[in-house]
């Protein structure tokens, strides 16, 4: 039995675990993979032209519609950029608010990582509880911004509006409730057998790879890189805060998982030293500084954020006029993908779902 | 900051046409088409610049920039990389054998600006069909109704 034995399967874009539009071209023999290409571009909606073609205020609310998952993160990211761009500083209650809503916003898409994944690998009873958890935080956003999805909160110079009143009782209280389901949640994953089985040891990226493949955010962190754009680049306050950035040294599939779900508890905990230095503002200080110009200077700007896959930001080339010339966007999820096809080369075909779960694929800022 | 421009400075001469500190810890190294790959296996070396950012690329009309983003794990900044190249020809060394990492990024400048890398390893197109006419970010890019080449025409 000397016979060639590959053959080829294509896996996507109807596939259920394939979160989405994109798919894999895989090459196998029994159930051992052999090649992989990842196939991409189902999703392309020409973002980089669009917001060309828009005036600067104008492209903020479509880049709310960039991440389905976390559109806060981007449209924040993209408002970063452009005040880059315009040199235009921001009042420091909008920071504090801005801090507040990207720390809820990383919690609320961690929330559905977990369910996607958790479901990919076959444990369905943990797709209902932390959609539970994610709803309690959707509602907190919803009571700052007035949407639940796609937010449109920030502008040039700061913020639309300040809290609500009684917004520190409703955190209150809805971190405790968070907190409650979360220890329930990770009783049933962690106590679960399976679940170990089938991610401890698979899908291993080595430090060395995580750097040389430019992987950022947590899929990084899991792998040993020490590097959060929140301490090390710090935008807005983060500077002024104390908060620890998880690190393991596993690169697995589980130290992927342990790492976000380690980092919603330190955005609970960022939120409340957030709200603190908001407390300590007058109720009079301006959230918006209005005092933008009409047209930027010449000039291009790369800013960036940690958003919840890891670093996000925008290139901007401007040519002075009221629309960019140029803009790029660095997605988080286009370097953390092309680490696909080593961890699964090698590797079994019932691994796909867990390490692709384990990378928190949003094709939506995937494909842009 | 500085020192990384006067190091390069130094170690390339007049390969290096122009430093310019961005401010927020960015600093801009013009580099000739020539000595790009040279310049990127020093600066992730001997300056630790690990990490592949990104590439892209800005049609000047006149000229064409290719841009590569390098961030590093230890501090705030961010080497870019810039060549300017003539726009008809398009062409640029790769710097996907230094990185990795700048394969996807390199594959997608190649699809929506058309520029041509050498020496990268696997040279398709990435986010548009792969019988696509045309590189859509390009300024003199005619939007119409899509043009695709047959099946038959396509290997």
């Known amino acids: 039995m000397s016979e060639k034995t590959e053959m080829n399967l294509f896996m996507g874009p109807q596939h259920p675990s394939m979160h989405g539009l994109w798919s894999i071209r895989l090459t196998i023999d029994g159930e051992t993979i052999v090649d992989a290409d990842s196939q991409i571009g189902y999703l392309h909606r020409g973002y980089e032209k669009l917001l060309t073609n828009r005036k600067y205020d104008q492209g ?9 998952v976390e559109s806060h993160s981007w449209s924040t990211a993209y408002t970063h950029s452009i005040e880059g761009v315009y040199q235009v500083e ?8 801005r801090i507040i ?6 919690i609320a898409s961690h929330c559905l990582w977990l369910a996607a994944m958790s479901v990919d690998i076959g444990a369905l009873t943990m ?17 700052i911004t007035g949407a639940r999805m796609t937010y449109n909160y920030v502008r040039i110079g700061g913020v639309w509006a300040d809290l609500p009143p009684n917004f520190e009782k409703r ?54 890189v020490d590097f959060d754009v929140r301490r090390d680049d710090p935008y807005f306050g983060y500077d002024e805060l104390d908060f620890r950035v998880v690190v393991r040294h596993e690169g697995d599939c589980y130290a992927r998982y342990r790492v976000r779900l380690e980092e919603m508890q330190e955005s ?28 930027p200077p010449k000039g291009e700007v790369y800013r960036r954020i940690e958003t919840g896959r890891g670093e996000g930001g925008f290139f901007i080339v401007s040519e002075g006029k009221d629309t960019p010339y140029r803009v790029r966007i660095k997605s988080p999820v286009f370097n953390n993908l092309r680490t696909l096809t080593p961890l699964i080369v090698g590797g079994k075909l019932a691994d796909i779902p867990a390490v692709m779960g384990s990378i928190d694929l949003c094709v939506g800022d995937l494909d842009r | 900051m500085s020192q990384i421009g006067e190091k390069l400075q130094a170690e390339f001469g007049d390969a290096i046409v122009g430093v310019e500190d961005r401010g927020e810890a960015r600093i801009e190294i013009k580099v000739t088409a020539e000595k790009i790959v040279e310049v990127a296996e020093f600066s992730k070396h001997e300056m630790g610049f690990t990490i592949p950012n990104m590439c892209t690329g800005v049609d000047y009309k006149d000229k064409m920039d290719v841009i590569w983003h390098i961030s590093t794990p230890d501090s705030a900044d961010i080497l870019v990389l ?32 058309g520029v041509n890398f050498t020496n990268h390893p696997d040279l398709r197109r990435l986010l548009m069909p792969e ?11 005619v939007y119409r109704k899509p043009v695709y080449r047959k099946p038959e025409d396509f290997e």
Not at chain 1, 90 to 97: F, G, H, S
Not at chain 1, 130 to 141: D, S
Not at chain 1, 178 to 183: E, S, V
Not at chain 1, 195 to 216: H, K
Request: net charge negative; with cysteine; proline share 5%.
């Open chain 1, 60 to 68: 903020i609310p479509i880049c709310d519609r960039l991440c389905y």
């Open chain 1, 90 to 97: 921001i009042p420091d209650k909008a920071k504090w608010l």
């Open chain 1, 101 to 106: 809503t990207l720390e809820l916003q990383r």
């Open chain 1, 127 to 143: 797709l209902i509880y932390p959609m539970n958890a994610r709803e309690i935080i959707l509602n907190m956003l919803e009571m």
């Open chain 1, 171 to 224: 955190m209150d209280a809805s971190f405790e409730e968070f907190n409650r389901l979360h220890f329930e949640f990770l009783d049933l994953l962690e106590e679960a057998q399976i679940f170990r089985i089938r991610t401890q040891g698979i899908g291993t990226l080595t430090r060395e790879e995580a750097l040389d493949f430019g992987t950022v955010g947590p899929v990084a962190r899991a792998s040993g």
């Open chain 1, 268 to 295: 609970i905990n960022i939120c409340w030293q957030a709200w603190d230095k908001y407390n300590a503002l007058k109720a009079t200080d301006p959230y918006r500084n209005m005092d933008i110009p009409r047209r």
């Open chain 2, 82 to 113: 810039k060549v300017e190249i003539d726009r008809d020809e398009c062409v640029v060394d790769s710097l996907t054998p230094v990185w990795i990492g700048m394969d996807w990024h390199e594959r997608e400048t190649y699809d929506l600006l």
């Open chain 2, 131 to 141: 019988n696509w006419e045309g590189h859509p970010l390009r300024e003199d890019y």
